[in-house]
């Protein structure tokens, strides 16, 4: 199979489904997020985690293929597609390891600053990846059908890769660095 295959040279790409759209299209841009998302997630997989966290992340990379698959497909086509579809199982996954973690840290009690370990820091770019993909998937739901379970997969998603972060930083003993707020008033002239 080529690479290349010179279709998107007029700016259009195509669906599975067989259907064309513009590049810049919301359908193009959510699975295009989704798919920087996984790339992201592919280089934290590569850093020096826990294997826990590892196959977690592994895990998740391949959902995100589904959930990239989906979006990819036309509305017409989804009934006959064969991609597996993400659901409140895998939600509910992630919230049980957000709670296992959860469990071993200090409650927040402020805004902490994204940081600490490199590979903490990586985990906190790519929950804003993934809350950048969950935008442009909530801009698609407004235009076009997206599914709830999609929208859920990746809020919930943000708040493990956060979590994990934190974890990461605690494995480590690197304590959070809370926010601190500048409250300024205008001064007289």
Known sequence: MKIYTTKGDDGFTGLFGGGRVAKHHFRVDSYGQVDELNSVLGLVASLEIGDAMKKSLVRIQSELFDLGAELATEPSARQASTVAKIDDDQVSTMEKEIDHMEAQLKPLTTFILPGGSVEASHL???RTSCRRAE????????QDTVRGELIRYLNRLSDLLFVMARFENHRRAIPDVPWMGR???PTEP
């Open 124 to 126: 906190h770019v790519a």
């Open 183 to 185: 409250h300024t008033t």
């Open 135 to 142: 935008r442009a998937v909530v801009a698609l739901s407004h």
